[in-house]
């Protein structure tokens, strides 16, 4: 890999995250996720950790990114749980420190959310995994803010790209930043033949429209 802004890295990623069966597409049988939303892709990026090749790339792609666009890090922080070991692989590749967020604050202890040490103005990037509303993700980020740092920006692996997700990301000025996403993975998907021309359309109708999607 050169660098981050190849146009090859988010479909190679896709290719990668298809590959070992981290993300599955079933637009004739669609998923049912937690929340009861029906969805033709099923994503799960922890699948990666078991990879070494695949996880690498991932890694060298954030630290790419990060040299590029956010030079000026000095914290590298992981989402639990999924974005914690990814997180400590771009901090080893960096130099450095590493930091967690926790969902919410331990009941116990001190009731630290944040694990590790960040410090007050310290430019932290928050390494999360995936990107589905952004809900979660943009929690974790606000502790990061709440704690006196700032938030360079959220990286991830992958993101569905909805609509509604950029737009929180947008009205709470926090930079975000994929290495793959779904766009790319339906290229990768229709090249191989894993998805059918008249599926396609379906497919980009659910990213758009997610909650009507199914019915």
């Known amino acids: 890999m050169s660098t981050i ?12 995250l298809l590959d070992i069966e981290a993300v599955a ?9 937690t929340s009861g939303l029906k969805s033709p892709i099923y994503c799960d990026n922890r699948l990666t950790m078991s990879y070494p090749e695949v ?12 040299r590029e666009q ?18 400590a692989w771009v901090a080893q590749k960096l130099n450095l420190p590493m930091v967690y967020i926790r969902d919410k604050a331990k009941g116990h202890g001190k009731q630290n959310q944040i694990e590790g040490r960040v410090q007050a103005g310290q430019k932290v990037v928050v390494i999360e995994d995936l ?23 959220v990286l ?6 909805f ?23 339906i ?14 359309a379906s497919l980009q109708a659910w990213r758009e429209d997610p909650q009507s999607y199914g019915k």
């Open 187 to 200: 290229e990768v998907a229709a090249q191989r033949g894993i998805v059918r021309e008249g599926e396609i």
């Open 5 to 16: 802004t190849t146009q090859q890295l988010p479909r190679e990623i896709a290719g990668k």
């Open 55 to 66: 996880r690498e790339l991932i890694a060298e792609g954030f630290a790419a990114l990060i």
């Open 156 to 161: 991830a692996i992958f993101s569905y790209q």
């Open 131 to 153: 990107i589905s509303t952004g809900g979660s993700s943009l929690k974790a980020a606000l502790a990061v803010r709440e704690a006196g740092a700032t938030v360079s920006a």
């Open 163 to 185: 609509p509604q997700a950029g737009q929180a990301f947008a009205d709470a000025g926090m930079p975000l930043a994929t290495l793959s996403n779904y766009s790319a993975l």
């Open 70 to 87: 956010y030079p000026d890090a000095e914290v590298i922080a992981g989402t639990a749980t999924a974005g914690i070991p990814h997180a």
């Open 25 to 33: 597409l079933r637009p004739s049988e669609p998923f049912t996720w």
